[in-house]
């Protein structure tokens, strides 16, 4: 029988199957089933391989934008209401696997004993709350205190699907480092180099020559989509937000098709899924995983035992860089959620008021331990 390479990779919606027939990538889209793989590589039939492209819609036309819609479903929890006995024993299991971070937070010290800790923390649903409009998803002075506070004592990073400039315009701290597009736009640590004495903070921008792409792409999605009302495209840089959020639930169909429209004419691109938003990037493997290893690497800690990074974030895309932390058996995948998720993420906290508190706690605990080690 004829076997085939499947490339399974996690995405905001579910997993995203690459199928690679003859070193060619005939499809790369966004399904919810998911498929249990060891290494993100599985092998099956082509009859099976079929049957899962069929039932996942990425075959057919109307198949594949059913499986959009659904997807899109999936993403607004409202429309999942268990029973109260099922959803209590269901949240009961979940937290049993991924504790509060607050109630382990000693665990969680423990863990960093003799170690740098290095705080990555996601922004959207994380810093600041979820919002209809998404250019006014402010975070608190409270929460930026906070942030600013924990920068003192470990290095910071925020890592979002924003553009770069657009999240240092919500969270206005010099002193962290930001990776936006989803970590396509890295500004690191200072580093002074062999030709330029002065220091210098790190740039990477892995998907560059996307740029014109992406430009284009958002520009026809702008246009496309003007007729749905309630839709709005974001230009993230390196990557474009498409909204629903305000958009009919009637007019999701409508709204799915304007967009694969768009992306039939940009192979190189590819379509993942985040709270109410479908999200165009371009098909380079970077993430916010590979996003999160840059950092640890410019800062000095690049095959180290003595770090401990902990990773805080809300979203699907944050599941990479969770997936990293788990395969390194390094640091805390830690999830903002109020209901269960699959997860690679340890811990959880259920709101970005949780996060403040979690971050408040780790200032304190820092504080008094160098002053512990002062006084002896
Ligand atoms: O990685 P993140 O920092 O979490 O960014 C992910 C996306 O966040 C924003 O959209 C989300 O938040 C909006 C404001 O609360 C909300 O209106 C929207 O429904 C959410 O999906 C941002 O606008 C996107 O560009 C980011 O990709």
Redesign the pocket.
Known sequence: MTKQNVLVSETKSGLAITVAVSNTSLFSSAVQKPLTTQGGYITISRSKLLKTLETSGVVTGTGRINAWVDSMRASSPTHVRPTPSLKNKEEGSWILKHPSALNMFEDITNASKGKQIVMFL????????????????FMSESMRRAVRNAARYFPTA??????RD??YSFVRLAELYYAGS?GMDIKGPTKSSKNNKRKQPVMFQPASEFLPMIDEVYKALLEKTKSVPGA?V?N?RF?V?V????VDEKSWTTLAEQVRTVLKEYPKLRLTQ????L?IRPTIKWD?GKALEFLLESLGFANQNNVLPLYI???R??EDAFKVLRDRGQGFGILVSKSPKDTNASYSLQEPAEVMDFLHRLVEWKRLSLRGHSRV
């Open positions: 996601d922004y959207d649903g994380t810093l600041s709350p979820i919002v209809d409009d998404p250019d006014r998803a925020i890592v979002s699907g924003r553009c657009k999240v989803h709005k974001e993230n990557c937000s909204h629903f959020r305000c985040g709270r109410k938003v999200e916010k974030g809300d979203d895309t944050d």
